[in-house]
């Protein structure tokens, strides 16, 4: 086997698709913790506070199909994201590029996005999925500034700082939104198996869950084993 497919093995493994760490950073699990969140957070900072944060939501979401059609649409907002990542944060990079790409992505947010035009819900849609795209990619790219290494794992190289996942840098690099600007931080590798979380997976898992799930995933819950049972169709052959 080619290093080239050993080293995707263990990127899917780690960061690929159905796995926990795709999961933490994207769909079900972001919006229910999202949600969770913005509830508690309602009665914290004060519903007048939240509800101009929701109408200026609301507003910027809905901008694209109040204007007059002059503008880009989705897919050529698309494809000039794609270039922004490709030509400056692809397999060698430098704090150089990097740099600029983040600048081609403000202007980007500036001028294009700002103009964008939708003509119906599903444009309108993949529009709003371009601005995710955008914010992504500025979160990537403020952490490979960050991380002042290349990566064998990541795959990458930085010229500026040649040697391969150092020992110094085997750790995570968290990066955050603080005051309009972007804080990044060391994590270590184990930091979701230490601190104020449990020591095992399985807790972790348990005090995370849904509310809603909670007895469906208690094996030592007889009753609810049996309740399950009588609401799966049987595969046992006839």
Not at 36 to 50: E, N, P, Q, S
Not at 61 to 88: H, Y
Request: charged share 20%; with cysteine.
């Amino acid at each position: 086997m080619s290093r080239a497919f050993q080293w995707a093995g263990v990127i899917r493994s780690v960061f690929g698709f159905g796995h926990h760490a795709f999961s933490a950073a994207t769909g079900r699990y972001a919006g229910r913790k999202a949600a969770h969140y913005a509830f508690k957070a309602r009665d914290r900072i004060g519903r007048g506070v939240a509800q101009r944060q929701l109408d200026a939501i609301r507003a910027r979401c809905l901008a694209p199909v109040r204007k007059d059609g002059q503008g880009v649409g989705w897919k050529e907002l698309n494809v000039a994201i794609t270039r922004v990542i490709q030509q400056f944060c692809g397999p060698t990079i430098t704090e150089h590029t990097l740099t600029v790409g983040l600048q081609v992505l403000e202007d980007l947010e500036r001028t294009e996005v700002a103009t964008a035009v939708a003509a119906n819900p599903h444009e309108l849609g993949r529009l709003l999925e371009c601005h995710s795209v955008i914010t992504t990619s500025k979160l990537i790219l403020n952490a490979c500034l960050a991380r002042r290494a290349s990566s064998g794992l990541l795959g990458y190289v930085r010229i500026d700082h040649p040697e391969v996942d150092p020992p110094e840098w085997r750790k995570w690099v968290a990066v955050s939104q603080a005051k309009g600007g972007v804080v990044t931080r060391d994590v270590p590798l184990d930091y979701h198996l230490s601190g104020t979380n449990a020591p095992t997976y399985e807790e972790n898992y348990l005090a995370h869950r849904e509310p809603s799930t909670r007895s469906c995933f208690t094996r030592r819950n007889a009753g609810t084993a049996a309740v399950a049972s009588r609401n799966v169709p049987s595969i046992r052959p006839s």
